[in-house]
């Protein structure tokens, strides 16, 4: 939409801070998967792994705290999304 070309994607991606490294460092997400050589679809038995063993560190992490938190944890981390640290 922006440069009308479909090959500017990756440009997009990055103006629009949509990569993974920005989400991660914007704190949208808690942790990047990194893919096997050759993508995902190349070794999926290696992605499920990688995405099993994610899932039980956060999950393993998130389970040690009450609903309670998890919503005002969740809540605060929404109301940082998109603010502006300057100089």
Request: contains cysteine.
């Amino acid at each position: 939409i922006l440069w009308r070309d479909g090959g500017k994607a990756p440009q997009a991606a990055e103006a629009l801070c949509l990569t993974a490294d920005c989400l991660l460092e914007l704190g949208v997400v808690d942790e990047v998967i990194p893919e096997p050589l050759g993508g995902a679809n190349r070794d999926p038995e290696r992605t499920i792994g990688l995405v099993r063993e994610a899932l039980i560190r956060n999950l393993g992490a998130l389970s040690q705290r009450s609903g309670t938190e998890l919503v005002a944890g969740r809540y605060a981390r929404l109301r940082r999304t998109g603010e502006f640290v300057g100089e």
